[in-house]
């Protein structure tokens, strides 16, 4: 036995040091010559594959592929960690609009090309998923070695990436069904998506309620090396639980990540799984490079490169149209567009997915492969030319199709309240759905593992059914009679023909309370037992109402405490799409050894010598929000600026003289911009000085828009005029407020 496991134990292990040593050798020459690092790995795998004669070999292929494996759930964990739930939640229209347009296209170009030349189905269909998904990994290293990441361009992008990620995902799960069944049936897809939902949303709410408080109480037991071993512990505690309920290991990996991004140790952990996901990542992306076959690819090189220009110019356009189409200007539009022109890990992933299933062809892989890695190699080139083609498009196309381009940005920036039916509708739907996903998960869990273990006993049932029953009633009464979105409803209940859908949505929770009551009964007893135990568990819901109330605020509390921990400790941080020019908002630390500190604003003359406008200064837990011009800046500040690209990088380079350290933060989502178009209004053909602006907003004007020309950040000696579009920076509810109450007294005019 010993000898067995010596030498089963020996290829393994050479194996291992044979691909990191090639690993380590192809990444630092990479690293020399400036190429992305997963290009070096890709040929690192090619030397150590079996298809290339002139180099040691690995010669335990299954070993190889468990360590590959495990690549692919730490790179998904890393991925959950980076984007979390949250997060996709705060991504603006702009990055949804853009991802949607982009994966619908390039699916359905994908699948069309594929049938164009002479595949089957199943690689088409495949193709088009493979097609579809642009590379986080590749874009984020791109964007740190250009220095693009203020740019507001990178903001859309990495957006888009957010929501990629997570269609990548369901794409595994809906690939996975339509591999096994080998037929597009809608209903078995319409079946796995309401599964993918269901736990999703069930998992997500678990999770966030029982891990964070696991965290938090044994801080002061967690080193190091136990946050790690705990963090990969949760991890692999996932992919089980996802495999066992039929979805791949990577979703359980990547919903874990998204769980522990929600809590405080978020930062902490991804600093302490990031060794070990860049090892085992190493290891899959140089797996991946070991498929590569030259007599393959020399077969298939007009396919491949039918397929390169196919997603380097069907992803570039595809996403310059959607981001053109969720408001966005031209040259914001194709510089996102360009930077999404490649294909990448999931690509992998998915390309693995069709081979594992054994229902696709051998040549897709490896053509998959090449055209990453050229697409890899061009994607740096494409966003240095972004610009440049920009400027030529910009000159070429008709001048009134640049005017209507640009006041559909501008309009599409606008911010717009949404009416008080839209935000009931909303809460009573995500009521809805949070709650009966967690009745019926705990009805499916009691009646499957507490059930069995009670039904021969006398009282089994019954016991079962009023431990269950106690367990539930928080939810039935939240489900039932909580009220959601107080101040809307009351509103709308004074206007007479909203009286009647309030009434009858509220009649429709109380239904569907009863139809899981009677479900949770009947699983229990029989029809008849189960009808008379009904009446009596409403009666006792009736009778104890409050106690329910407390009860279900206790666990509210604690989902809702856990959920915003990390924002009430660090300021939440998302890039902002705010303005329809260049400009955009970033923020940035003073440092402690900064020459600039103690000096006022006014002392600076941000906006006379660089062309900026501060909106906010973060001091601890105080934030100064449209900061007067004599505030100083003290070290540790953290400021908000506003300015186009290139302002934004002459004030870096400002910066970058007085301070040793300026990490890069995003902007506080509490400041917003709000468009105003002066229409007899009292200020107008006054400056912007003697109108009080900010006296009456606390806001400031940050720019102008005039006969469509436009004027970022304008003097405070420009004099208003009737017809001006004014974009206003502050605070969004006394923004809010005062634009009520202008719309208020223009009605009354």
Same mark, same amino acid.
């Given at each position: 036995?010993?000898?067995?496991?010596?030498?089963?134990?020996?290829?393994?292990?050479?194996?291992?040091?044979?691909?990191?040593?090639?690993?380590?050798?192809?990444?630092?020459?990479?690293?020399?010559?400036?190429?992305?690092?997963?290009?070096?790995?890709?040929?690192?795998?090619?030397?150590?594959?079996?298809?290339?004669?002139?180099?040691?070999?690995?010669?335990?292929?299954?070993?190889?592929?468990?360590?590959?494996?495990?690549?692919?759930?730490?790179?998904?964990?890393?991925?959950?960690?980076?984007?979390?739930?949250?997060?996709?939640?705060?991504?603006?229209?702009?990055?949804?609009?853009?991802?949607?347009?982009?994966?619908?296209?390039?699916?359905?170009?994908?699948?069309?090309?594929? /049938?164009?030349?002479?595949?089957?189905?199943?690689?088409?269909?495949?193709?088009?998923?493979?097609?579809?998904?642009?590379?986080?990994?590749?874009?984020?290293?791109?964007?740190?070695?250009?220095?693009?990441?203020?740019?507001?361009?990178?903001?859309?992008?990495?957006?888009?990436?957010?929501?990629?990620?997570?269609?990548?995902?369901?794409?595994?799960?809906?690939?996975?069904?339509?591999?096994?069944?080998?037929?597009?049936?809608?209903?078995?897809?319409?079946?796995?998506?309401?599964?993918?939902?269901?736990?999703?949303?069930?998992?997500?709410?678990?999770?966030?309620?029982?891990?964070?408080?696991?965290?938090? #109480?044994?801080?002061? $037991?967690?080193?190091?090396?136990?946050?790690?071993?705990?963090? =990969?512990?949760?991890?692999?505690?996932?992919?089980?639980?996802?495999?066992?309920?039929?979805?791949?290991?990577?979703?359980? @990996?990547?919903?874990?990540?998204?769980?522990?991004?929600?809590?405080?140790?978020?930062?902490?952990?991804?600093?302490?799984?990031?060794?070990?996901? *860049? $090892?085992?990542?190493?290891?899959?992306?140089?797996?991946?490079?070991?498929?590569?076959?030259?007599?393959?690819?020399?077969?298939?090189?007009?396919?491949?490169?039918?397929?390169?220009?196919?997603?380097?110019?069907?992803?570039?356009?595809?996403?310059?149209?959607?981001?053109?189409?969720?408001?966005?200007?031209?040259?914001?539009?194709?510089?996102?567009?360009?930077?999404?022109?490649? =294909?990448?890990?999931?690509?992998?992933?998915?390309?693995?997915?069709?081979?594992?299933?054994?229902?696709?062809?051998?040549?897709?892989?490896?053509?998959?492969?090449?055209?990453?890695?050229?697409?890899?190699?061009?994607?740096?080139?494409?966003?240095?030319?972004?610009?440049?083609?920009?400027?030529?498009?910009?000159?070429?196309?008709?001048?009134?199709? @640049?005017? #209507?381009?640009?006041?559909?940005?501008?309009?599409?920036?606008?911010?717009?309240?949404?009416?008080?039916?839209? =935000?009931?509708?909303?809460?009573?739907?995500?009521?809805?759905?949070?709650?009966?996903?967690?009745?019926?998960?705990?009805?499916?869990?009691?009646?499957?593992?507490?059930?069995?273990?009670?039904?021969?006993?006398?009282?089994?049932?019954?016991?079962?059914?009023?431990?269950?029953?106690?367990?539930?009633?928080?939810?039935?009464?939240?489900?039932?009679?909580?009220? /959601?979105?107080?101040?809307?409803?009351?509103?709308?209940?004074?206007?007479?023909?909203?009286?009647?859908?309030?009434?009858?949505?509220?009649?429709?929770?109380?239904?569907?309370?009863?139809?899981?009551?009677?479900?949770?009964?009947?699983?229990?007893?029989?029809?008849?037992?189960?009808?008379?135990?009904?009446?009596?568990?409403?009666?006792?819901?009736? $009778?104890?109402?409050?106690?329910?109330?407390?009860?279900?605020?206790?666990?509210?509390?604690?989902?809702?405490?856990?959920?915003?921990?990390?924002?009430?400790?660090? @300021?939440?941080?998302?890039?902002?799409?705010?303005?329809?020019?260049?400009?955009?908002?970033?923020?940035? *630390?003073?440092?402690?050894?900064?020459?600039?500190?103690?000096?006022?604003?006014?002392?600076?003359?941000?906006?006379?010598?660089?062309?900026?406008?501060?909106?906010?200064?973060?001091?601890?837990?105080?934030?100064?929000?449209?900061?007067?011009?004599?505030?100083?800046?003290?070290?540790?500040?953290?400021?908000?600026?506003?300015?186009?690209?290139?302002?934004?990088?002459?004030?870096?380079?400002?910066?970058?003289?007085?301070?040793?350290?300026?990490?890069?933060?995003?902007?506080?989502?509490?400041?917003?911009?709000?468009?105003?178009?002066?229409?007899?209004?009292?200020?107008?053909?006054?400056?912007?000085? *003697?109108?009080?602006?900010?006296?009456?907003?606390?806001?400031? /004007?940050?720019?102008?828009?005039?006969?469509?020309?436009?004027?970022?950040?304008?003097?405070?000696?420009?004099?208003?005029?009737?017809?001006?579009?004014?974009?206003?920076?502050?605070?969004?509810?006394?923004?809010?407020?005062?634009?009520? *109450?202008?719309?208020?007294?223009?009605?009354?005019?």
């Amino acid at each position: 036995m010993t000898a067995s496991a010596t030498s089963h134990l020996k290829p393994l292990i050479s194996d291992l040091g044979l691909i990191l040593m090639t690993a380590a050798i192809a990444v630092l020459l990479f690293k020399k010559i400036k190429q992305p690092l997963v290009l070096g790995y890709l040929v690192a795998g090619f030397l150590a594959g079996n298809n290339f004669d002139f180099f040691p070999s690995v010669t335990d292929k299954a070993g190889v592929e468990v360590w590959a494996e495990i690549g692919i759930i730490f790179l998904l964990f890393s991925l959950g960690l980076e984007f979390s739930f949250k997060k996709l939640m705060k991504v603006g229209g702009s990055a949804s609009i853009t991802a949607t347009t982009q994966i619908i296209t390039m699916v359905i170009l994908g699948y069309f090309v594929g /049938v164009a030349m002479g595949w089957g189905k199943m690689d088409s269909i495949f193709l088009g998923a493979i097609l579809a998904i642009s590379s986080t990994t590749i874009i984020l290293k791109t964007f740190d070695e250009l220095g693009v990441k203020t740019q507001k361009f990178a903001g859309i992008v990495l957006g888009s990436l957010i929501v990629q990620d997570i269609v990548a995902i369901l794409m595994l799960v809906l690939l996975s069904t339509v591999a096994v069944s080998q037929q597009f049936s809608g209903g078995e897809l319409l079946q796995s998506i309401l599964r993918l939902i269901f736990f999703l949303t069930l998992w997500f709410i678990g999770g966030i309620f029982f891990i964070p408080t696991l965290l938090r #109480k044994a801080k002061s $037991l967690l080193t190091d090396e136990m946050t790690l071993i705990i963090s =990969i512990a949760l991890c692999l505690m996932m992919v089980i639980l996802a495999s066992n309920v039929g979805f791949s290991p990577a979703l359980g @990996a990547f919903i874990m990540g998204s769980i522990i991004a929600e809590t405080t140790q978020a930062e902490h952990v991804e600093h302490l799984v990031k060794p070990v996901k *860049d $090892l085992f990542g190493a290891v899959f992306f140089v797996s991946v490079g070991m498929l590569i076959d030259p007599d393959t690819l020399i077969e298939y090189a007009v396919p491949v490169a039918i397929l390169t220009l196919v997603t380097i110019f069907g992803q570039s356009i595809s996403s310059t149209i959607g981001a053109l189409i969720s408001g966005q200007p031209l040259k914001q539009s194709i510089q996102t567009g360009m930077s999404l022109s490649q =294909i990448g890990e999931f690509s992998f992933i998915i390309a693995t997915l069709g081979m594992t299933l054994n229902v696709t062809s051998d040549f897709l892989y490896p053509m998959v492969v090449a055209v990453s890695a050229v697409t890899t190699f061009t994607t740096p080139y494409m966003i240095k030319a972004a610009v440049p083609f920009s400027v030529f498009i910009e000159r070429k196309i008709p001048r009134k199709w @640049a005017k #209507k381009i640009d006041r559909y940005s501008s309009n599409s920036e606008s911010i717009k309240s949404a009416s008080n039916w839209q =935000i009931v509708i909303k809460a009573y739907l995500v009521q809805v759905i949070i709650h009966s996903v967690i009745i019926v998960a705990i009805i499916l869990l009691s009646s499957g593992y507490v059930l069995p273990l009670v039904e021969d006993s006398r009282f089994g049932n019954a016991l079962a059914a009023l431990i269950t029953l106690i367990v539930l009633s928080p939810f039935f009464y939240a489900l039932s009679l909580k009220r /959601v979105a107080k101040e809307q409803v009351d509103a709308l209940m004074k206007i007479r023909k909203y009286r009647g859908p309030i009434i009858m949505l509220v009649l429709l929770r109380m239904l569907l309370t009863l139809f899981f009551l009677g479900f949770l009964l009947n699983s229990f007893f029989s029809p008849v037992v189960a009808l008379i135990a009904l009446i009596v568990a409403i009666g006792a819901y009736v $009778l104890f109402p409050k106690k329910l109330n407390e009860q279900y605020h206790k666990i509210e509390r604690r989902f809702v405490e856990n959920l915003n921990a990390r924002e009430i400790i660090q @300021a939440s941080k998302s890039r902002s799409d705010l303005t329809p020019w260049d400009g955009h908002m970033t923020t940035f *630390d003073i440092a402690k050894e900064s020459n600039i500190a103690g000096k006022t604003l006014d002392e600076l003359q941000l906006r006379e010598t660089l062309g900026i406008n501060v909106a906010f200064i973060r001091r601890g837990e105080i934030t100064i929000d449209i900061p007067n011009k004599m505030e100083r800046l003290f070290p540790g500040d953290e400021i908000c600026v506003i300015g186009t690209d290139d302002q934004i990088t002459k004030f870096q380079n400002y910066l970058d003289q007085h301070e040793f350290d300026i990490p890069e933060k995003l902007i506080n989502n509490d400041i917003i911009l709000k468009q105003l178009e002066l229409n007899n209004e009292l200020f107008i053909g006054k400056t912007i000085r *003697d109108s009080q602006i900010r006296e009456k907003t606390r806001a400031m /004007v940050v720019g102008i828009e005039r006969d469509g020309k436009r004027f970022l950040n304008p003097e405070s000696n420009l004099v208003l005029q009737e017809n001006d579009i004014l974009w206003i920076v502050g605070s969004k509810k006394m923004l809010q407020e005062f634009f009520d *109450d202008k719309r208020a007294k223009n009605l009354a005019l």
